[in-house]
């Protein structure tokens, strides 16, 4: 049935144009133009200000914060831009109680004519967020003005919402893999939709990837019906409604001469070469996308495998470490390292909430727990026991804790002696199992497990118990 509908959902995007202007709260310590702190999302209103981000009379920015054109020269090169010599801020007038300057400083491109997931990219460039105001009650919060934003504006090339959605997942691939995004920051979005026949439309301040799509779906039908029934489709900024999933007309677009764009005379040219060199170190050049695609081929683990591990640099950082001889250890077999990590690793950051990038154990360690685990020198148990302590405690050197535990399984010929002695002892449950109780397999490798206070590898015993059984037979 599927197939049939396929055709028909085509259609409905025939003609249909989408562009987007994506905002990103940028990942710095301290604001755009001020050393007020880039402030935690939930900070008390009005407590992280001071007379710049307020733009009390007389006072005047500070130098733009370099990290944040470094975090922005970044995005510029995950999203293959030609990146700008230099730039400088100009100043974009509005009257509204969230902008107490009563204009936005915001820069010329960094970056122009970039490409990803096969839609064109315009320009990106840096600018300061304005405060928050709460329309209803009246409330203003001038925490987030100066936070420093990137604006990424794209071609109106997409063709259907999974292309939007395919680009989006992408977009916050590179945002999260170079630690762009405030980590608790918001991404903002205005949308441009557009059908045959139609003038475009321009959905203000969409604030996650879920309503992006949202806003989209509903304003091609919008605007489809609108055209059906024989009317316009005028050039107009609409809101979207979150509770709803709608769209309402906000006003009639203004044009860029509204704004009266003029140059800001408080701010000298930023030059973005010197920066750029510095900043795109070779370890960085290569993208999330790309070394995906490189650990298929070179070390041939699964696409999914590929795909996940490079989602943090972090995390693809220690991979290629797990698979390498560096520090004179032995390398680990990548698609074992790669299950590894994405198993029992994965596992208990997950259940921490710790990304790669935070892990408090050092890589040397995390590839001693596999190692000894791969070896066969520790069980899976073990490995997690030590991973757990270790994280938990902040501990340094696994081989010794895990000395320390007694998690080193027994060698072979000890354990062996001491399946000897299991069967001698145990001839009912031996019986048993000669009799087809499979339990008694189970209850044997237990008697196992407790004589050896857990030293001894379950799997191993099991084979060895096995072995010893039907060769009496
Ligand atoms: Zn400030």
Redesign the pocket.
């Known amino acids: 049935m599927e197939s049939l509908e396929e055709p028909s959902k085509d259609a409905t995007m025939e003609g249909v144009k989408i562009g987007l202007e994506i905002h990103v709260q940028l990942n710095t310590k301290a604001?755009l133009f001020?050393?007020?702190p880039n402030p935690a999302a939930d900070a008390e209103p009005n407590t992280v200000?001071?007379e710049?981000?307020t733009a009390q009379p007389g006072t005047k920015p500070l130098p733009p914060n370099e990290e944040a054109f470094r975090l922005a020269l970044l995005a510029a090169h995950m999203l293959s831009c030609k990146l700008q010599p230099s730039t400088f801020f100009m100043r974009k007038h509005y009257f509204y109680p969230d902008l107490p300057s009563g204009y936005q400083r915001t820069s010329k491109p960094i970056g122009k004519d970039g490409k990803l997931a096969d839609v064109g990219i315009w320009e990106i460039h840096v600018e300061e967020d304005p405060g928050r105001y709460e329309l209803k009650k009246g409330l203003l919060d001038y925490n987030r003005s100066?936070v420093p934003l990137i604006e990424v504006v794209t071609a109106p090339e997409f063709k259907s919402l999974e292309q939007v959605k395919h680009f989006l997942l992408l977009f916050e691939k590179g945002l999260t893999y170079y630690g762009i995004k405030k980590e608790d920051g918001v991404i903002k979005a205005d949308v441009n939709v557009s059908v045959a026949g139609g003038q475009r439309v321009e959905v203000k301040n969409v604030n996650s990837y879920e309503n992006i799509l949202a806003a989209i779906a509903y304003e091609i039908k919008r605007q489809k019906r609108l055209i059906e029934e024989g009317k316009t489709v005028e050039m107009e900024t609409r809101h979207f409604d979150e509770a709803k999933g709608t769209t309402k007309r906000l006003r009639t677009k203004e044009s860029e001469a509204d704004y009266r764009y003029m140059p800001d005379p408080d701010l000298l040219e930023v030059p973005l070469e010197e920066l750029a060199k510095a900043t795109l170190k070779d370890e960085l050049i290569e993208r999330p996308w790309e070394r995906a695609e490189r650990f298929i081929e070179e070390y041939g683990i699964p696409k999914e495998a590929a795909e996940e591990l490079t989602w943090e640099k972090a995390s693809a950082d220690l991979f290629e470490y797990m698979i390498s001889d560096r520090d004179g250890s032995k390398k680990i077999e990548p698609r074992k390292a790669a299950n590894w990590m994405r198993t029992t690793l994965k596992k208990q950051l997950n259940y921490r909430s710790i990304s790669f990038s935070h892990i408090p154990i050092s890589f040397k360690d995390v590839k001693e727990i596999a190692t000894m685990f791969f070896s066969n020198e520790i069980s899976d148990d073990g490995a997690e026991t030590l991973l757990i302590k270790m994280l938990d405690e902040r501990l340094k050197d696994a081989r010794a804790l895990a000395k320390k535990l007694n998690l080193f399984l027994m060698k072979e010929d000890e354990l062996s002696n001491t399946v000897d002695k299991v069967i001698d002892e145990q001839r009912k449950a031996v019986g048993d199992y000669r009799q087809g109780e499979k339990r008694a397999l189970a209850f044997l490798i237990g008697q196992i497990m407790q004589m050896t206070k857990g030293r001894a590898d379950p799997k191993r015993a099991k084979e060895l118990l096995e072995k010893r059984i039907s060769g009496e037979d």
């Open positions: 604001k001020c050393n007020c200000i001071c710049v981000c100066g």
